[in-house]
């Protein structure tokens, strides 16, 4: 393991980046990006197909535009004046419930990059 004055450290998988006590690797990163990635495709495939449905169930569901069924209320106004924010509310809410879980899993990630790159460096300068 060779380290240069930059703060990158070499090691037999590629290049280690430390800033401060956080060492980033491309593998860590590619595995964060990875599982973020997945993430916001999912929320967001569910986000544009409900979008969507409003517009194209007034295409091909009368009842959903034309017949009342609350104070002369149609579903489809009641969905889009009540229902579809409560429905984004809700979505952001497991976003983010979500993606703080998941910043928490990964970030156990780091520290035992960390941990394993000072115990490395540590048995490095003992043999030199």
Known sequence: ????????????????????????TIESVDVVFREQRKLSFSYGAVFFIV?????????????????????????????VSLLYYLFLWGLSYTYI?????????????????????AVASVGGEQCG
């Open 1 to 24: 393991m060779a380290s240069s004055s930059d703060g990158t450290v070499r090691t037999a998988s590629g290049v280690q980046v430390q800033h401060g006590n956080h060492i980033d």
């Open 97 to 117: 419930r979500k993606a703080d879980a998941l910043d928490e899993r990964l970030s156990h990630m780091a520290d035992e990059i960390a941990a394993a790159t």
């Open 51 to 79: 979008t969507l449905a409003i517009p194209a169930m007034s295409v091909w569901w009368k009842t959903w535009y034309a017949v009342p069924v609350w104070g002369g209320f149609t579903l489809n106004y009641l969905f």
